[in-house]
């Protein structure tokens, strides 16, 4: 599954260049990406737990991170999240939270907007994308985006 997503991030970012004059130019690889999404979800949590905006009004989850998925050029974001507009600057990663004392089964896609602030890498904004659930006793990812919370400015 990794390898998966490795490859997957290759072929966004390696597209990126070939997409268009908007869509951002390859100067930091995956592993820079993946490494500033961490590093965000380290320096905003407490105790091991990064808190995001739920799905229900006043809602506040209390998530701990699992890994980075894929990470893409935010002009071909397309391929992760259709429908999803963008404006072919920055990048977008796809991480995975479990909830804390639930299931370990029970995960949340949350997407971390990436763009280069002076050379240096930063967080905009943190979308709750979806949540893996038991549906009819299988555990399935919802379809919907559920929550935008902005982190950055």
């Given amino acids: 599954m990794r390898r998966l997503a490795a490859l997957l991030s290759a072929l ?3 597209g990126a260049a070939r997409a268009g004059e908007s869509a951002p130019q390859p100067r930091f690889g995956p592993e820079a990406l993946r490494a500033a999404v961490e590093s965000h ?4 949590s407490a105790g091991g737990v990064f808190g995001l905006a739920g799905p229900k009004a006043g809602e506040r989850l209390e998530l701990e ?9 935010e002009g071909l974001w397309h391929v992760h999240a259709p429908g ?5 600057r920055g ?6 939270f479990h909830t804390r004392g ?12 990436i763009v280069d602030r002076g050379g240096k ?3 905009d904004d943190a ?6 659930r038991l549906v009819d006793s299988k555990w399935a990812w919802s379809a919907s985006l559920l929550r935008r919370e902005r982190v950055g400015r």
């Fill in 41 to 44: 979800v380290r320096e905003r």
């Fill in 84 to 88: 999803r507009k963008s404006e072919g």
């Fill in 91 to 96: 990048w977008w990663a796809c991480a995975f």
């Fill in 12 to 14: 966004l970012l390696g």
């Fill in 127 to 132: 979308l709750l994308h979806r949540e893996r």
């Fill in 102 to 113: 639930a299931p370990p089964q029970q995960l949340w896609d949350v997407d971390f907007h």
């Fill in 121 to 123: 890498l930063e967080i």
């Fill in 65 to 73: 991170f699992v890994r980075v998925g894929v990470v893409g050029a």
